[in-house]
């Protein structure tokens, strides 16, 4: 048994990759280690910037699929006293449901999907990637095989030392989520963010109120129902009905593909840190390889060569704007809680700073704004001095990855100065 493509994962780069790749008339194969119906079940909700399926050749959602429309992203300090305003578009959606209609899509272009299994290991020949062994034993070969199993895959560690892809994505970078659905519905079109609670954050949505945290040996649902307590934030909540997962925040992989291989969405770490939209961006990245997929088999050449146009295109798409977002978020919760309070009192850190980092707008500040800034800012110089070094650096990121390596050759160079900035960060 062969494929042109066989695709680990169902998740929403999965369904789309698989989607589109199957769409241009090629043979897909898509595995799934949950059972059909568990499919989305955690979480079993997400936000999603609105431009999302229209941007990846989706129908909008609609009915029960749509659970709540967005206008504004509320970035409050940890103590909850000062906060600042965002006005961007989202969209909260069953991923159930959003699920279901996206596998339904896909099996209508032919996609074989199996559901209850997982990958024991790789097929390897020549240093290329050419199939999978199951946990049944079944070998199926492909020419190329996509990893969209999430931050758990292990299949980035099977893959030959050439390929330069990241192995394993340390446990510093991992956050553990807890969340619990709200009984009824408050501020029906605003999210709240509380930055720096516990190593992460805490969020209340019209939909759900959740915490995340890097520390792993927190107890999650105690330090949820503590902060709601101790910030008196009126929600009525249904422990009865709540989920964990696990996320990588940090940047997005800086290889994503090798000889007959590609990895896509969670694996891929294709996050978005700040707002926590990271399904669009998976969605977006899967979009972009299946382009990238589809032409490389028409030209029979599954080679990494050949696949490098898919790092490329999202790199300088997507990887400037989620590095932005990403040294935001680590300088907001580098600073101590009154530092917070400060800086969004005095408009040190302002909402266009936040806006635009969701937007991978670079600030480029004027000199009277960056006199205002340092006026306001003098009584706590070290909070002035960390936003400007974000900036900087910000904008460092943008143009390195706007200069993303156009094969492979180059790669090793540009990792290393990719390193040098990020070291020279918060």
């Known amino acids: 048994m062969s494929f042109d493509a066989i695709i680990i994962g169902s998740g929403p780069a999965g369904l789309t990759s698989a989607y589109h790749i199957a769409k241009a008339g ?98 390897i020949e020549d240093e290329k990637v050419v199939g999978i062994v199951t946990n049944s034993g079944e070998s199926i070969k492909a020419k190329i095989v996509i990893d969209a199993g999430g931050i758990t895959s292990h299949l980035k560690s099977l893959v030959p030392k050439s390929f330069n892809i990241e192995e394993k994505i340390e446990d510093k970078h991992i956050a553990n989520a807890y969340i619990e659905k709200l009984s009824e519905r408050r501020n029906p079109t605003q999210v709240n963010s509380f930055i720096g609670v516990k190593g992460g954050n805490v969020w209340v ?28 934030i009126k929600a009525s909540y249904d422990s009865s009905k709540s989920s964990k997962g696990s996320i990588a925040v940090r940047q997005n992989l800086a290889n994503f593909v090798g000889d007959g291989f590609a ?64 040294i935001l978020r680590k300088t907001l919760i580098s600073f101590a809680p009154d530092d917070i309070d400060f800086a969004f009192k005095n408009d040190i850190i302002t909402s266009k700073d936040i806006l635009d980092s969701l937007t991978g707008d670079i600030t480029n500040l004027k000199a009277v704004d960056k006199a205002r800034r340092a006026l306001k800012g003098i009584a706590r110089p070290h909070v002035l001095l960390k936003l400007e070094v974000c900036l900087i650096k910000a904008k460092e990121l943008k143009y390195h990855y706007m200069n993303y390596p156009s094969s492979p050759e180059k790669f090793n160079e540009w990792v290393n100065i990719l390193n040098h900035i990020n070291d020279s960060v918060v």
């Not at 050749?57 to 103590?79: K, M, V, W």
């Not at 999202?314 to 990887?319: F, P, R, S, T, V």
């Open 205 to 232: 949505s019209p939909i759900e109120i959740g915490c995340g945290s890097f520390e792993h040996s927190l107890d999650l649902r105690d330090s949820l129902h503590e902060f709601i307590k101790d910030k008196s």
């Open 263 to 326: 990895v896509v969405g969670d694996s891929a770490c294709m996050v978005s840190s700040l707002d926590g939209a990271g399904v669009t961006t998976s969605m977006i990245g899967a979009k972009l390889l299946a382009e990238t997929v589809n032409e490389c088999l028409k030209n029979n050449d599954l080679s990494q060569k050949a696949l490098w146009k898919y790092n490329v295109n999202y790199n300088i798409k997507l990887g400037a704007e989620l590095a932005y977002m990403d």
């Open 26 to 123: 090629n043979k897909v194969l898509l595995l799934e280690k949950l059972k059909e119906d568990d499919i989305g079940k955690t979480p079993p909700t997400s936000i999603l910037k609105t431009y999302t399926f229209t941007e990846t050749g989706f129908d909008r959602p609609h009915g029960n699929e749509l659970l709540a429309f967005i206008d504004t992203l509320n970035i409050y300090s940890s103590t909850g006293k000062t906060r600042k305003e965002v006005k961007f578009n989202y969209i909260i959606i069953d991923r159930i449901l959003m699920s279901k209609r996206l596998l339904g899509y896909a099996k209508e272009k032919g996609v074989v999907f199996k559901d209850n299994i997982s990958v024991d290991s790789l097929i």
